[in-house]
């Protein structure tokens, strides 16, 4: 994985990665994968640029910690009131992440201390859980919460909900804010697992599908409608699976990197 990272680097090609994950929660994983390119957190809600990344500044934007954020989704606490008010409404009872003692935070996590402060440390999204709601109640709360437009995601046992978030709308001005540098219009290639590419795939312009089990190719999970975009299907168990990738990326060096 380092080296296809660096092969994209020597060939000039950005990568920009998107996760569920807050900046700071995500940071360790920028450092050690040395990523000085844009990235997109906590499900869309916002486009995180490096100090300087681009010449011209995009409009609307905020400052938060070391990066400048194009926002998509509303900032904190927008989603946390929502969120309280949502499960007064419906009567459905949750617990906000924020809500929770360093050490109950810890035990519902299942991580250490410092892991744990980090997740529910939020620039957008509220994430919380439900306490002992059924099935049918938790299916009441988030119709109710998507009529008011709420983006809310479902991660194991924990959810979060933002307030405008958009994976698409974030790929889409970023795209333009590449346009606009490079002055024509790069390839936007979609790489993601099944679950992971329902959404991005949505985006891009080709896009490639990891696939990590064996009859994934043929499960409904598989995103098949891509809206016109061009999907290649890559199996992570085969040992070649990112020179294959890069290929399609950047085939001016796949060769001298395989």
Known sequence: MDEFTAALDHAGIPAVWVTNRSRLEFDAARR??????????????GIYLPEGYFN????KTIRLGRFTCVPMAETLPA???ALEALSEETNVPVVALSSLSPRELAQNTGLPQREAELVRQRDFDELFFFAGASERDIQRFVQAGREKKYELRQHGVMWSLAIGASLK?????????YDRALR??????GIAKSEEGKELFAAC????????GINEEESDASPRATRGARTRRYSLHDPEVWQLVLEQIAPEV???WK
């Open 32 to 45: 050690k994968h040395a990523h000085t390119h844009p990235f997109i957190a906590e499900g869309g809600s």
């Open 56 to 59: 011209l500044r995009p409009e």
């Open 79 to 81: 989603a946390g009131n």
């Open 169 to 177: 709308r974030c790929v889409r001005t970023l795209s333009k804010l």
């Open 184 to 189: 024509y219009h790069p390839t936007i290639m």
């Open 205 to 212: 312009d080709r896009n490639i599908l990891l696939i990590d």
């Open 254 to 256: 796949s060769k001298p």
